[in-house]
């Protein structure tokens, strides 16, 4: 009688630590997605920062640009392959417009650049995040430092519904 009621209890607690890893905020119509960042070695002098923008109103959201006491500077970046070779390039500004979703992920695209980071970024540890939206303020967010393949699936969880 009890074994069904126990294996039910312990399935549950197999899906909790998943569901502990996936967060969101939110700031007006906007939702900020699974902020993670992936570790990095003792010595790396940077790190990114991984997050995803759902713009759920009807007006695009803008993202400026962020800042963590994590790192001297954060900075949007793009990283894509031109001419064979991977280039990475600052950006001013990303617009995400209406209905959209921007996915950031480890691997190229865009992301967050964390210069100068004050300690290496270890899986496990955590650090705040400011986002700033040219028409819509600050944010404060909590990135998760995770492996890659890890961050990316508990981000993807928040797009099935």
Known sequence: MMIP?????????LLLPGLALAHDIRLDDVRIAHPFATPTPPEAPNGAAYLDITVEGDTPATLVGASTAASRAAELHDMRMEDGNMQMRKLDAITIESGDTLIMRPGGGQHLMLLGLEAPLREGDSFPLTLEFAERGTIDVEVWVQEANEGSEAADAHHRH
């Open 5 to 13: 009621h126990l294996s039910t209890l312990f399935a549950a607690a």
